[in-house]
Each structure stands twice: as structure tokens, then as C-alpha cells.
């Protein structure tokens, strides 16, 4: 079974600047994809960005980027100029490719806090 | 990606009754996908619902107390049923993904027992 760990609970960063959210996963598959979502007080899950495995090259979406090394199984994301309406928390998941349903999970989640 | 209309957006209800979520669909899908995400918590998946077939539950979660109904390819129900404090959370819905891109989400409905 796929797991998906994020390791800070918490983060802070202030306004303008770069910060960085973990993910590790574990899986034996080697087709699949990975996003983050953001959830901000509206309880609206969001979708920020997506990865598939089978490419190398990092993705980017305007000022969000992700590290994948997916020897490491590490997928962590980048939010440069950090604004206000990032503040919300961020749910990296895991999604086997060809399946859905209970091959989607979530990590536990990290509450980031930008900071005027 | 598709838009999902879920309601009600919160409710307060007492213990020992049931309360019906909806979500609607703004075109066909085949799967729908129902989470709670417990205070402070990630999603946990509840149920699968396929048009024209008998939902699939998760380990956890049983039909007496989660019933979802799935008539059409655009619309689906969760009632949670004889409800108790420990039910409180946020409900939500999400269809399957286009082309393995990612799920959509609906707004969610912040249930609270009392």
C-alpha cells in the first residue's frame, strides 16, 4: 500500500519570500502521479500542481514549483513571492496511474501560515 | 476540469439524526468519490460510487451508516446517518480525474453534531 508522509505539521513564511514543503512517499509502483493541493479556510480542496513519474523534468505553475526525485521518492514543493492568499493548508497525495479511488492518498498535511 | 456543486455548505444537527449531502456534477462522470476529513485531518476516503451500481466502501465505513445514491452520471447523496458528536467533520465530494490530471473537489459541508 502507497504511503504518503509530510513532515512538518507547521510552517511560517513572510510575505515575498520562498518556502519550501516536504513530501516523501513509498510505493512499489512505477507509473504514477503525484499533486499538491491546497485547502484554505474555505475548505475548497485546489488543485496547485501536478507531477508524473515518468518525467524527469520538474513542474511549474507560475510561482509554485516541485523537486521530484523519485529515487528518493521525494516530491517536495517550492512557493516563491510567498502572498497572503497562499496561507492555507497543503495536502500532498499520490495517485496510481490507470486506477482511482482508494490508489488516491492524501499526506497528513502541512498548515502554512504567510505572514505580513 | 469539472465544477461541483455540494450542499449544504454546513449544518448543526443533533445527535441521532441523519443528514443528506449532495453534490452535483456540471457534466457525466462515472466515478464519484466521497471523503471525511476529520478536524485537523487529512481526507480519508469513505466510498466510491459508480452510476447504476452498489457503492464501495471502504474498510471503516459501512452502508447502514454512510448510504450513498448515485441515480444519474451527474448527481450523488451521502447521508450520514444517527449521528453522533464523533461524526463531526467535513464531508467531501470529488469526481474522478480527466486524463489522470487530478480530482475535483466540491466545496465541502462542515457538518457539527451536538
Known amino acids: 500500500a502507497q504511503t504518503v508522509t509530510q513532515s512538518q505539521p507547521e510552517m511560517s513564511v513572510q510575505e515575498a519570500e520562498t518556502v519550501t514543503l516536504s513530501c516523501t512517499y513509498d510505493t512499489s509502483e512505477n507509473n504514477y502521479y503525484l499533486f499538491w493541493y491546497k485547502q484554505p479556510p474555505s475548505r475548497q480542496m485546489i488543485l496547485v500542481i501536478r507531477?508524473?513519474?515518468?518525467?524527469?523534468q520538474n513542474a511549474t505553475e507560475n510561482r509554485f514549483s516541485v523537486n521530484f526525485q523519485k529515487a528518493a521518492k521525494s516530491f517536495s514543493l517550492k512557493i516563491s513571492d510567498s502572498q497572503l492568499g497562499d496561507t492555507a493548508m497543503y495536502f500532498c497525495a499520490f495517485m496510481k496511474a490507470g486506477n482511482y479511488g482508494q490508489n488516491f492518498v492524501f499526506g497528513p498535511g502541512t498548515r502554512l501560515s504567510v505572514l505580513p | 476540469s469539472a465544477v461541483i456543486s455540494q450542499k449544504p455548505s454546513r449544518d448543526i444537527c443533533q445527535r441521532g439524526t441523519s443528514l443528506t449531502i449532495q453534490c452535483q456534477v456540471d457534466?457525466?462522470?462515472?466515478?464519484m468519490f466521497w471523503y471525511r476529513q476529520q478536524p485537523g485531518q487529512s481526507l480519508t476516503l469513505i466510498a466510491t460510487?459508480?452510476?447504476?451500481?452498489?457503492?464501495?466502501?471502504e474498510s471503516g465505513f459501512v452502508i447502514d451508516k454512510f448510504p450513498i445514491s448515485r441515480p444519474n452520471l451527474t448527481f450523488s447523496t451521502l447521508t450520514v446517518s444517527n449521528m453522533s458528536p464523533e461524526d463531526s467533520s467535513i464531508y467531501l465530494c470529488?469526481?474522478?480525474?480527466?486524463?489522470?490530471?487530478?480530482?475535483?473537489f466540491g466545496s465541502g459541508t462542515r457538518l457539527t453534531v451536538v
Open positions: 507531477q508524473e513519474a515518468y518525467k524527469q
Open positions: 460510487a459508480n452510476q447504476g451500481s452498489e457503492a464501495t466502501y
Open positions: 470529488s469526481v474522478e480525474p480527466r486524463g489522470n490530471y487530478g480530482y475535483t
Open positions: 457534466s457525466q462522470v462515472t466515478m
